[in-house]
Nanobody, 123 residues
Framework: QVQLVESGGGLVQAGGSLRLSCAGS????????MAWYRQAPGKQRELVAQ???????NYADSVKGRFTISRDNPKNTVYLQMNSLKPEDTAVYYC?????????????????WGQGTQVTVSS
């Protein structure tokens, strides 16, 4: 069994910065694409940024130039550096990853979600 655990959320004033981390644990063999999503109250979950194992990135238009996604493959960890935060960035942020792992001696893959971390930006 594998899991993703996020950390780094909190309360920050507009214009401030936060860094989110998401670490995978368990019998992980490799992690392919990793991504951050967010969900604000009353809204659908949306993609914020994604990164391939090789480091290619993609961002939502609303965060381009302000957020940076990165990863540390040996540590099975993905990061989201968030700068120039705005009140509209307030949401629960979720980590997502395509994980290959060992399950009872067999090779398995799963698209896995973290539990989410709250980011609140005050005006």
């Amino acid at each position: 069994q594998v899991q993703l655990v996020e950390s780094g959320g909190g309360l920050v004033q507009a214009g401030g910065s936060l860094r989110l981390s998401c670490a995978g644990s368990g019998s992980i063999l490799s992690i392919n694409a990793m991504a951050w999503y967010r969900q604000a109250p009353g809204k659908q979950r949306e993609l914020v940024a994604q990164i391939t194992r090789g480091g290619a990135t993609n961002y939502a238009d609303s965060v381009k130039g302000r957020f940076t996604i990165s990863r540390d493959n040996p540590k099975n960890t993905v990061y989201l550096q968030m700068n120039s935060l705005k009140p509209e960035d307030t949401a629960v942020y979720y980590c997502n990853a395509d994980i290959s792992y060992r399950n009872s001696g067999r090779y398995a893959t799963a698209n896995t979600w973290g539990q989410g971390t709250q980011v609140t930006v005050s005006s």
